[in-house]
């Protein structure tokens, strides 16, 4: 058991979930500077993310990568010299601990070990195909005027493939969709960048409204709409 990321191990497809902002923990040995009530938010782990992943595992009979500490401690999601990588800010809260934090520290106990172990599993896997799962707020705090009406976003960068056939299919199934909703791929992509697109594995990105994954029934109900659209894009692309 690594403290960088938990190994869920359900099956042995040729398809790998990620979530980068699985969990809120934060080491005892950290101090983020934060009131502990800011570690159940938004900002500091994608709700839901983590059980739905545990469950789509279970569901296809693969492997799930689940980040093992808050994205306030270090953003997994991130490119290795972004300046969001340590956040100071988020949605209008300060991260004072962070601001003299030392980033190499933090990227060799929980960075690397991260993503060298996407990079292992994916290197084991003859046809892989990745679903990157993350979740989001429907009303941000800094901008409350903001309309975030989308149950679902796919996203993605150049390798749009996935999205192609999975968005249909989450219309088809009752969800009001966004094609680069709330944010655009194009922006926003690290992991996937790095896992997928520079080595021309295809994957699936989603984003799920968090008020509507925040309970058993909501995550279950993902689950059970995402396991075919999943296993559709695999069947087709791996």
């Not at 969709?177 to 996937?192: E, I, K, R, W």
Request: glycine letters at 10%; charged letters at 20%; a negative charge.
């Amino acid at each position: 058991m690594s403290e960088a990321y938990e190994d869920v191990a359900a099956g042995g497809l040729d398809l790998l979930i990620v979530a980068d902002h699985a969990s809120a923990y934060v080491p005892a040995d950290i101090d983020l500077g934060i009131d502990p009530a800011l570690l159940e938010q938004h900002i500091a782990v994608d709700i839901g993310a983590a059980v739905v992943s545990r469950l789509l595992a279970a569901q296809l009979g693969c492997r799930a990568i689940l980040g093992g500490v808050s994205r306030l401690v270090i953003d997994l999601n991130r490119e290795e010299d972004a300046p969001g990588l340590l956040p100071v800010m988020s949605d209008g809260h300060a991260i004072p601990g962070n601001r003299d934090a030392d980033p190499g520290a933090r990227m060799r106990r929980f960075y690397h070990p991260y993503h060298d172990r996407i990079a292992a599993l994916l290197a084991g896997m003859g046809s892989p195909f990745i679903l990157s799962v993350h979740s989001f707020t429907p009303r941000l705090a800094s901008d409350p005027g903001q309309a975030r009406p989308w149950e679902i976003g796919v996203l993605y960068n150049r390798d749009d493939r996935a999205a192609r056939i999975a968005i249909p299919m989450l219309e088809a199934a009752g969800l009001i969709v966004g094609d680069q909703l709330p944010y655009s791929g194009a922006l926003l992509n690290a992991t996937m960048n790095r896992h997928a697109e520079a080595n021309g594995i295809p994957y699936l990105g989603i984003e799920m409204r968090q008020d509507l994954v925040s309970d058993a029934a909501g995550q279950a109900r993902f689950a059970g709409i995402l396991g075919p659209v999943v296993l559709e894009c695999w069947s087709k692309l791996a």
